[in-house]
């Protein structure tokens, strides 16, 4: 099938295993064609986790607790503002207006909380700049371990801050210079291109 030769270059372990393989990504297109058919604010694709078990995308799921606590005082300076909500728009699309980059694939690295702060920097550099600038996550992995993050192993978007404000002088690198493994990396920082100076 052509799923199958999408994302299943390595085949499958047994005949069983390509029609039970089968009836999963059958029922995942069912259910995405459903949602897709209630035109909700979101639209689901098909990818390579689309013939998994429930199981196996389970272990996917939930956040690494990591110790709470941070290596250095709260120090981020902040400007408060009023503005009457009369005046703001009902909705905000926020993918149509350039601001967010498209979805990532963080594969079976516990590394969600480095897309939590890449994502939240991303937008506002663009509120800032008016440019969309993808960031690295593999930066903040390989390199925020002394603020108590753990790479793959979890880790707080709010420690991944505080290693760009304190020990790397307010930078975070592009994407595209620092790509995403998928694992644990040394950091390299000093090889970089700046993509964001907070």
């Known amino acids: 099938t052509e799923f199958a030769a999408t994302h299943r270059s390595n085949g499958f372990a047994s005949d069983t295993d390509m029609f039970h393989r089968a009836s999963l990504y ?20 098909l990818n390579h986790m689309a013939d998994w078990t ?8 939930g ?4 110790p709470e606590g941070t290596s250095f005082p709260a ?7 009023t503005t009457s909500t009369t005046d703001l728009p009902d909705a905000v699309d926020w993918v149509s207006a350039g601001a967010v980059t498209p979805p990532k694939d963080q594969g079976t690295c516990g590394s969600c909380w480095s897309y939590g702060a890449t994502g939240t920097t991303e937008g506002q550099l663009f509120l800032k ?14 390199c925020s371990w002394s603020e108590g ?35 644990d990396g040394f950091c390299r920082a000093t090889t970089t291109t700046i993509g964001a100076t907070i």
């Not at 956040?63 to 990591?66: E, F, G, L, Y």
């Open 26 to 45: 059958h029922a995942t297109e069912r259910y995405v064609n459903s949602m897709n058919r209630q035109r909700k604010s979101f639209w689901l694709g």
């Open 54 to 61: 429930k199981e196996e995308r389970a272990h996917l799921r």
């Open 63 to 66: 956040r690494q607790h990591t």
């Open 75 to 81: 120090t981020f300076t902040h400007e408060t503002t």
């Open 129 to 142: 700049t008016g440019t969309l600038t993808p960031l690295s996550q593999q930066n903040l992995m390989d």
């Open 149 to 183: 993050n753990n790479a793959c192993d979890g880790g707080l978007d709010t420690r991944g801050y505080d290693w760009m404000m304190h020990s790397n002088n307010g930078n975070l690198a592009t994407e595209e210079s620092y790509p995403y493994m998928n694992s």
